[in-house]
Every structure is written in C-alpha cells, then in structure tokens.
C-alpha cells in the first residue's frame, strides 16, 4: 500500500526567504505527483504536476523536483510572501490506476 | 474551481439520519470523485466514478454510497450517519488527456450530532 510521508508538518519562515517542503513516498511506481496549495477553509488548488518521466516542473516561484527511484519530491517556493502561506499537499497517482494518494499536507506561515 | 460546484456548505444533523451531498459540474468531466479530509489522516478516496452509472469503492467506502444518472451530478449518500463521519467533504473532477489533474470544489462541512 502507497504512503505519502509530508515532513515537516508545519513551518514557519520570515518573509523573503526561499524554502522546501518535502514530499516522499514509499511505492516509486507512481503515474505522477501533484502539489496542491489549501486555504483555511477552502478547496485544494493544484499547483504543479510532474509526471514519472519528468524531473521537474516550475511555475513562477514555485518550483517542484522528482526523483522517483528514491520516492522522494520537493516543491521550491523561491523569496516568499505572507500570501503563500497556506498548507501544501502532495499526491501520488499510481500507474494503471486513478485513486491518488494523498500526504496530510505541510502547513506553512510566512511572517512578515 | 473548474465549474465544480458542491452543497450544501455547511450542515448538521443527528446520528442515524440518511444525509445527501450533491457535486455539480458544468464541463462534462468523466472522472468524478469524493474525498473526506480529517486531521491526521489527510484525504481519503470514498467514492469514485468514471461515467454515468459507472462507480467504484475508495478506501474508506464503508457506510456510504454515490449514485451518477447524469454526466453532470455526483451524489453522496450517508445511509445513516454516525458522528465518525463528522468530517469535511471534497467533490475532484479530473481533466487532461489521461484524466492526470484534479481539481477540487470548496468543501461541504457536515457534522453529525
């Protein structure tokens, strides 16, 4: 059975500083992965999505890597603002299938 | 959100009662999905379904069941709720050619007195 491990499970950083949030996972025969960012009280809102023979994906400040082998991804979040604090989750999609698999999300705070 | 639309927001009501949520999209997605979120235990795959009439069991599918008579509508049913499923619920479409993104709707908190 896949499981997805977010550590730390929450994060606290001053604004401007460049961070990674970590994602891993014990199956490396993963379809993708998917980084969501969640707001209080909200939806999830998909950020990037990396698929098994990517290595990286990048979109504005936000940068997330793959290494499948190792059943690890990190997602980059370059000179941050009070707006992105929010919780990131990552999910697995297994190859041949569609139920996704979930970690349970690092929560971060960007102070000013 | 992808034109998903979920209701109630917000609902209470008491143990053994039969509950239905409703997820509505406008954009003809195949692929829809429940989710529940729990702290500590993230999301879980309740139910899934890959076109009208067609559904299949996720993870956590015990006492709860979906039904699909159109493209467009995804219901969740709580036969009779118990407070274990005090929880916040999550509708997913997923798009793309091989269906590999999921966006969500905002979320139906229901709690069961």
């Known amino acids: 059975k896949q499981e997805v491990t977010q550590i730390p499970a929450a994060l606290s950083v001053p604004e401007g500083e460049n961070l990674v949030l970590n994602c891993s996972f014990t199956?490396?025969?993963?379809?993708?992965l998917q980084w969501f960012r969640q707001d209080p009280g909200k939806g999830l809102t998909s950020l990037l999505l990396?698929?098994?023979?990517?290595r990286e994906q990048t979109s504005g400040r936000l940068n997330a890597s793959l290494d499948k082998s190792s059943g690890r991804s990190t997602l980059y979040i370059a000179a941050s603002q009070p707006g992105d604090s929010a919780t990131y989750l990552c999910?697995?999609?297994?190859?041949?299938?569609?139920?996704?698999?979930f970690g349970t999300g690092t929560q971060l705070k960007v102070e000013l | 959100d992808a034109g998903i639309t979920q209701s109630p927001r917000h609902k209470v009501t008491e143990t053994g009662t039969p509950v239905t949520l409703r997820c509505h999209q406008t954009?003809?997605?195949?692929?829809m999905y429940w989710y529940r979120q729990d702290p500590g235990h993230g999301l879980r795959l309740i139910h899934y379904?890959?076109?009208?009439?067609?559904?299949d069991k996720g993870e956590v599918s015990d006492g709860y069941s979906v039904s699909r008579s159109k493209t467009e509508d995804f219901l969740l049913t709580l036969e009779s709720a118990t407070s274990s499923q005090t929880s916040v619920y999550f509708c997913?479409?997923?798009?793309?050619?091989?269906?590999?993104?999921?966006?969500f709707g905002s979320g139906t908190q229901l709690s069961v007195l």
């Open positions: 990396i698929q098994s023979s990517q």
């Open positions: 199956d490396s025969a993963i379809y993708n």
């Open positions: 999910a697995v999609r297994p190859g041949g299938g569609n139920k996704l698999t």
């Open positions: 379904s890959y076109g009208v009439k067609d559904t």
């Open positions: 997913a479409i997923s798009v793309g050619a091989d269906n590999e993104k999921l966006f």
């Open positions: 954009e003809n997605h195949r692929y």
